[in-house]
């Protein structure tokens, strides 16, 4: 049986696999939306996303792209932030006028678009990528370690608790809860 998820355009086939790996959409939302079985969501994310070294380094290439544009746009705001204490100067010794008022909303307003920029830019070269990253590394190394020791179950399991010790809780259960 072929993979539904599998047989997505590839842009929209990363940008699913992107979405729901930050969170940002869930297994059942994505699978009522495209008509898909329950399950078909987990089966793939566990059993057909594959880490390669091109998407690695694509992706590395990006956040490096991301971050030397936010780089840019933080200097720019710079500029800006000093543009308008000149204008708060101005304004001191020439008074408010029309023209001055005019120059500062322009500048306020690109100052606004440059701290969204800014803003955005920063969530989306977050860790975002690296953790997706690590993550296809995991799942890899797991297919490896299940190919590699099949015949040998007790030591797959001894290797899967140690593993788990690795990962942050999903569950974090207080005293109160439990009396």
């Known amino acids: 049986m072929t993979c539904p998820f599998c047989e997505l355009e590839d842009r929209l086939k990363r940008s699913l696999e992107m979405r ?10 994505a699978e009522t939306k495209q008509g898909w079985p329950v399950g078909t969501v987990a089966e793939h994310m566990d059993q057909h996303l594959d880490y390669t070294p091109e998407e690695a380094a694509h992706i590395e290439t990006v956040r490096t792209e991301s971050i030397d544009t936010l780089n840019t746009a933080e200097s720019l705001l710079q500029r800006m932030m000093g543009w308008l204490d000149e204008l708060e100067d101005q304004k001191d010794i020439e008074g408010i006028t029309t023209e001055w008022v005019q120059n500062a909303t322009r500048l306020v307003a690109e100052c606004n678009k440059s701290l969204k920029l800014v803003g955005t830019l920063k969530k989306e070269i977050g ?3 690296q953790l997706f990253l690590q993550d296809q590394r995991e799942a890899a190394m797991a297919r490896i370690l299940v190919n590699v020791l099949g015949s040998q179950p007790h030591l797959l399991n001894q290797i899967e608790l140690q593993m788990q010790t690795l990962k942050a809780p999903t569950h974090i259960i207080e005293l109160e809860d439990i009396e």
């Open 20 to 29: 729901i790996h930050r969170g940002e959409i869930t297994h059942t939302h």
């Open 127 to 129: 860790v975002d990528s």
